[in-house]
């Protein structure tokens, strides 16, 4: 573990990630006087980013995730030092010279955070990492990514515009994205495995008003083509066909960005998800978790919760110490 340098640049607070989660964190946690940074691996937003519609977030009738994401940064901004494009690589906690030598770290040894660009050394740490989509795991997904296979619709729709597609999922975010790429003029089914979708009724109702179809009891065994996606093979109680297709979106949930976790032993469960308490502390003194790496109901305003709580947490343990 390399130990922290003068030059390290030092915060109260590292918020680890963008998204709503994060941005609300920082908000919260300068507007409580702590000396807060912000590390984005891309670009602010998230999977914000890729929501075509928002509906349930409080105060906006109607949002796009995009246009959420901009006020979020926007007012996050004003606040905080942002600083996107930058990847956390490694965490590790220093034990500084005036720290007694033990097996386990004294609660009040600072992190360091090791970026694609520098170190940083920091009280607590708020990670916000988010997840990333669940992959089919069939031949050709990877082949054909961004020739014809997608996992955002919002962002790839438009090159879909009066051809076929299939969005594999039952969930929320198939039956989001199946409406969208409709409303697009696309030619879209459905691909689900089971006998009903676990989407909400709201958007049921709204699959079947838009009259899109349904394969029930089907999987995508395969994506093949040549330069570009031309078909998908699918099994349907086992019997197997090829459906021509030029385009596969695939939402069929997601895996939390946790590794960064294993670095400070902080605990994860069996999904891989960072626990924490109610207020968002993990099992590592000063070290929190928000939003959809931490699990639980995947909604924008309980990531937003959630990144308040924790910085309000870190308020708390920060100023608390002698
Ligand atoms: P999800 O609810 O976990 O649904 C994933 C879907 O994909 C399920 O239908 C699942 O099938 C299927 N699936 C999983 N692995 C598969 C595989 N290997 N092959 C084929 N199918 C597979 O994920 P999500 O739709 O991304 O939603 C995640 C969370 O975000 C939910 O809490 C949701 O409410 C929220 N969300 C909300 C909104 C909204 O409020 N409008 C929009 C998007 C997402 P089974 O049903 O068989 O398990």
């Known amino acids: 573990m390399r130990e922290n340098k003068e030059n390290d640049a030092r915060y109260d607070l590292i918020v680890i990630g963008g998204g709503p989660a994060g941005l609300t964190a920082a908000i919260y946690a300068v507007r409580s006087g702590l000396n807060t940074l912000l590390i984005e691996k891309g670009i602010c937003g998230g999977f914000l980013n890729e929501i075509p519609r928002i509906e349930n977030y409080p105060g906006f009738k109607q949002i796009s995730g995009m246009e959420l994401a901009s006020r979020l940064k926007e007012h996050a901004a004003d606040y905080v030092e942002i600083r996107e494009i930058e990847e956390v690589l490694r965490l590790s906690q220093h034990r500084g010279s005036n720290q007694k030598s033990s097996d386990s770290f004294s609660s009040s040894a600072d ?26 795991g069939v031949v050709g997904e990877d082949e054909f990514l961004g020739k014809g296979v997608s996992y955002c619709a919002t962002c790839d729709g438009f090159f879909f515009k009066n051809k076929r597609v299939i969005v594999v999922g039952g969930g929320d975010s198939a039956a989001t994205q199946a409406l969208f790429l409709k409303n697009m003029g ?5 691909v689900h495995r089971r006998d009903s979708l676990r989407a909400g009724k709201y958007l049921q109702r ?14 995508v065994k395969e994506i093949k083509g040549s330069d570009r996606v031309e078909c998908v093979v699918i099994t349907e109680r086992g019997n197997e066909r090829e459906i021509p ?56 305003i309980v990531a937003c919760a959630e990144g308040a709580v924790a910085a309000m947490s870190a308020y708390e343990d920060i100023t608390s110490e002698p």
């Open 186 to 190: 696309c030619d879209v089914t459905i």
């Open 245 to 300: 297709v030029d385009g596969v979106f695939v939402a069929i949930g997601e895996v939390p960005n946790s590794e960064l976790a294993s670095h400070l032993n902080i605990e994860c469960d069996d999904s891989g998800y960072i626990v924490t308490d109610r207020n968002q502390r993990t099992n590592v003194e000063r070290v929190y978790a928000a939003g959809d790496v931490s699990g639980g109901v995947r909604q924008v």
């Open 111 to 136: 992190f360091i955070v090791q970026t694609t660009k520098q170190s940083y050394v920091a009280k607590a740490l708020i990670i916000c990492t988010g997840t990333r989509h669940r992959k089919l």
């Open 206 to 219: 709204m699959i079947d008003r838009a009259e899109i179809p349904i394969l029930w009891n089907s999987e």
